[in-house]
């Protein structure tokens, strides 16, 4: 008691529909066990779990705009109410997508512009940065050719609109170079986790146990 806690760690997951990132983050997170805490967006708050059936159901036509905001919001509630707390607490946050997702789909490809969607996020998140993102390449091609059992709207959009997102998050990774790390995510699931496990590793400076 009456020891400062330290703060924890923020660890977000990126890429293209079929990546293989959720497989990852989920890994990653089992791996660390009670020190981590796994959130996927939108969802993680009976608000931002509303607001994804919503976004989720092509039932519903969405402007650009709405489906931005939605997002947003749905962030912004996750954030204050989960991992902010979290954070405090001393917990590594492993988020499976977070407001790059934003800057590459609504930003990049529906395309609002990638400023104005940062703009928007930088307020809506508290200007809360990942300490590290993780972001999972695959050929738009092969991801497309993995399983089709789900669809949404985003994955009905198609190869292009795969690709575009593929092309917004490389720039985006050129741009903060030391926030997001590109790995080869074509390759089998257990060394794509060596690499995340190794990466975490660097980041909390503690051994991360690769799952088996
Ligand atoms: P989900 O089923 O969680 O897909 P995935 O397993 O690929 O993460 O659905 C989330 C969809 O929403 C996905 O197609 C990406 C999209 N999305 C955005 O367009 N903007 C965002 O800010 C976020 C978080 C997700």
Not at 70 to 96: M, Q
Not at 154 to 180: K, M, N, S, V
Request: aromatic fraction near 4%; glycine fraction near 8%; charged fraction near 30%.
């Amino acid at each position: 008691m009456g020891e400062a806690m330290t703060r924890g760690h923020f660890i977000t997951f990126e890429g293209i529909d079929r990546s293989g990132k959720s497989t990852q983050a989920a890994r990653l997170a089992e791996a660390l066990g009670e020190r981590a805490l796994l959130v996927r967006e939108p969802g993680g708050t009976s608000l931002s779990e509303r607001v994804r059936e919503i976004l989720k159901d092509p039932a519903i036509p969405l402007t650009g705009r709405a489906e931005a905001l939605l997002f947003a919001a749905a962030r912004a509630d996750l954030v204050e109410r989960v991992i902010e707390p979290a954070l405090a607490a001393g917990k590594i946050v492993i988020a499976d997508r977070y407001v790059d997702s934003s800057l590459a789909y609504q930003g990049a490809a529906r395309g609002l512009g990638v400023e104005a969607i940062a703009r928007l996020n930088e307020w809506a998140s508290g200007g809360l940065t990942p300490d590290r993102t993780l972001l999972i390449e695959i050929d738009p091609r092969r991801a497309a050719e993995r399983g089709n059992e789900e669809h949404d709207r985003f994955e009905d959009e198609g190869l292009a609109f795969q690709q575009t997102i593929a092309a917004a998050y490389a720039e985006l990774a050129a741009e903060h170079p030391d926030r997001i790390v590109r790995i080869d995510g074509d390759r089998a699931p257990d060394d794509v986790a060596a690499d995340v496990a190794r990466i975490v590793a660097e980041l909390t400076g503690e051994p991360a146990g690769i799952p088996a």
